[in-house]
């Protein structure tokens, strides 16, 4: 499986927009760019999947370029409740049968 | 009804003992997994089922035995207990083997002493 690199940790401010790149260069012709929340003291949990250009829910968008080597996961106006563990993974989605984690981006939203 | 459902939440127990953990998932998906998060945060896989066939078996002692009675349940047992096995463990269940889109259950924190 592809690995994947991003920032251990960022802080924001309520009502901001924050945007976590991942890195993910070499990322196979199959492979799907997926994103997930871990609260504290809870499971992680799916925000968000993408193959390729732009994909947007209710809770973020994702953008990933052309060359599809990183995604930026964009979460628009920030709350506190917005503060947990970001993790970006990359796998087959026909056949990927375990996601692997990286470290995951620590998100602090303060007031 | 909650997805996937792990118990016990919270497990303290002495060195040497057997335990296990329990989980269902009421989601009517094929595949159930074994995560262990340690102290630094990091969630690696231990065991993927499928249909109650064991699919994945990461290098885990085996101490640790998963057993799959159904497809709705995947419970983890743990022999002779360890220090260094405190950690918290998430279940989890995905539709087939498409793991990139997994429900999480909410975590059994234990704790050997």
């Known amino acids: 499986l592809a690995k994947t690199t991003q920032p251990i940790s960022m802080d924001s401010y309520e009502g901001q927009e924050v945007n976590i790149t991942c890195s993910h260069n070499?990322?196979?012709?199959?492979?799907?760019i997926t994103w997930y929340q871990q609260f504290p003291s809870q499971g992680p949990r799916f925000i968000i999947q993408g193959y390729k250009t732009k994909v947007t829910n209710e809770v973020a968008s994702l953008f990933i370029p052309a060359d599809r080597k990183s995604s930026t996961l964009s979460l628009p106006r920030v709350s506190l409740s917005d503060t947990a563990v970001y993790y970006c993974l990359v796998g087959d989605k026909a056949a990927g049968n375990k996601l692997t984690f990286g470290g995951g981006t620590r998100v602090l939203v303060k007031p | 009804d909650t997805a996937v459902s792990q118990t016990p939440k919270y497990l303290v127990t002495q060195m040497g003992n057997d335990k296990s953990i329990k989980c269902e998932q009421n989601l009517g998906h094929d595949t159930m997994y074994w995560y262990k998060q340690d102290s630094k945060k990091f969630l690696k896989i231990m065991f993927s089922?499928?249909?109650?066939?064991?699919?994945i078996n990461e290098t885990v002692p085996n101490r640790f035995s998963p057993k799959s009675p159904d497809k709705a349940h995947l419970n983890l047992h743990i022999n002779s207990l360890e220090l260094g096995d405190s950690a918290v463990y998430f279940c989890?269940?995905?539709?087939?083997?498409?793991?990139?889109?997994?429900?999480f259950g909410q975590g059994t924190r234990l704790t050997v002493v």
């Open positions: 089922y499928n249909n109650k066939e064991l699919i």
């Open positions: 070499n990322i196979a012709t199959n492979d799907y």
């Open positions: 989890a269940s995905s539709q087939n083997r498409a793991g990139t889109l997994a429900f």
